[in-house]
């Protein structure tokens, strides 16, 4: 979709400016990068998150970044680190007892996007092994995909929705419809027991792996058990919006709608940019700046299918998300990796709370170029 006739000067000049700055930073981090997998910056370095622990399921964001950025200026400086961080992240696949339901962030990112580009035929079959591995964790009984390893097989968390594209994808070039169902089962199962009545999100519900029952909803990475986790939210209106793109069923872009609607509404509050939990106490204050990238990312999928008077609606939003968020979080300073801070894995871990992670840097660039339509459509 061209966005621009749905930005006032103001606006569109205010995102061309973000995406030479963009290009700027990033271009300096590429090259300062080698072939480090980034995932949160320790004194203003990027530390090697394929040596700490190359099974990470945020190893495939800065592959995103790289394609993005190659498909928007065409540079081979992209396209190599990519192929490069490929080359170390696909060993994993010789190992898929050792990866989770988050092989839709790796591989969407990395080897999809590269058969999206340039049509590798490798890469394209490296993309059918890691979807083959999602298909795998299915649970028929419960329909489900299991989130987790070790002894959590009835774990199902929100995050989820995000991978399912994979599955989609995997079905179009297969023909294969197995995997298509296989993301409808989860999808319809999301709907029951994860997504909640007024909009909210559950983040982990458990499930009786025998009967399907549901068990429990523990807290995860929100504030507890019945909160509202922001980022949890924004997997929400982003994983509906594309559950309808991928199937056309109504039911998914209300669901979408209700979600995004619930987002705005508790952001609108705090001037766009997110609290880790919306649900929290108000003491102590924290932000999620990854939330409001996510969500914006969504909504920006949304405005796509929802009528012709509730675009704006869903579109100005996105905008004050990017716009709030990037103000009070980014840093441009080119001699320190990272761009968006204050992005939160979670409400309790102080380590990984109110710093720059790098899908918060990946969802902002993929806004930016959406806005300006030169992105490269990921899921």
């Given at each position: ?6 930005m006032d ?27 480090k ?5 320790v ?8 040596e ?34 490929s080359?170390?992240l ?30 590798d ?7 059918l ?26 774990w ?6 995000m ?17 298509r ?18 909009g ?17 909803n ?32 109504e ?7 209700l ?40 909504l ?13 609606f869903?579109?100005d ?10 103000a ?6 080119e001699?320190?990796?990272g ?7 979670c409400?309790e ?6 710093v720059?992670?790098?899908?918060g840097?990946?969802?902002?660039l993929e806004?930016?170029?959406r ?9």
């Amino acid at each position: 979709m061209n966005y621009n006739g749905r930005m006032d000067q103001e606006t569109l000049k205010w995102v061309e400016t973000k995406w030479q700055q963009l290009q700027s930073k990033l271009a300096v981090e590429v090259k300062r990068m080698g072939e480090k997998i980034p995932y949160i910056p320790v004194d203003g370095r990027y530390v090697d998150m394929g040596e700490k622990n190359i099974f990470w399921w945020t190893n495939g964001f800065y592959g995103g970044i790289l394609w993005q950025m190659y498909h928007a200026t065409k540079d081979e400086m992209y396209k190599e680190a990519a192929i490069n961080l490929s080359k170390r992240l696909d060993e994993t696949l010789e190992f898929p007892n050792k990866l989770d339901h988050d092989v839709g962030f790796m591989w969407l990112h990395t080897a999809v996007a590269n058969y999206r580009e340039t049509g590798d035929t490798v890469a394209r079959e490296t993309g059918l092994r890691a979807a083959r591995i999602l298909a795998d964790r299915y649970n028929p009984i419960g329909k489900f995909i299991k989130a987790w390893n070790g002894n959590r097989d009835g774990w199902v968390i929100i995050d989820c929705l995000m991978n399912l594209p994979l599955l989609y994808w995997a079905t179009k070039e297969t023909g294969d419809d197995e995997y298509r169902q296989i993301a409808i089962g989860h999808t319809e199962t999301a709907c029951k027991n994860i997504l909640r009545k007024d909009g909210s999100t559950n983040h982990i519900v458990v499930f009786d792996v025998n009967t399907g029952e549901m068990l429990d909803n523990p807290g995860g990475q929100g504030y507890a058990s019945g909160s509202s986790w922001s980022r949890g939210q924004s997997w929400a209106v982003y994983g509906m919006s594309l559950a309808y793109r991928h199937t056309g069923n109504e039911e998914y872009l209300n669901r979408a709608k209700l979600a995004a609607n619930y987002f705005i509404a508790n952001t609108a509050v705090t001037d766009f940019v997110p609290v880790i939990d919306f649900r929290a106490p108000k003491e102590p204050y924290y932000i999620d700046s990854t939330a409001g990238m996510i969500a914006a990312c969504g909504l920006l999928e949304l405005v796509n299918y929802v009528e012709e008077g509730e675009k704006n609606f869903y579109f100005d939003a996105a905008i004050k998300l990017i716009k709030a968020v990037e103000a009070r979080c980014a840093n441009w300073n080119e001699d320190e990796d990272g761009i968006i801070g204050y992005g939160s894995a979670c409400y309790e871990r102080s380590e990984d709370r109110e710093v720059p992670i790098i899908y918060g840097d990946y969802y902002f660039l993929e806004a930016i170029l959406r806005l300006l339509d030169k992105d490269i459509f990921l899921w």
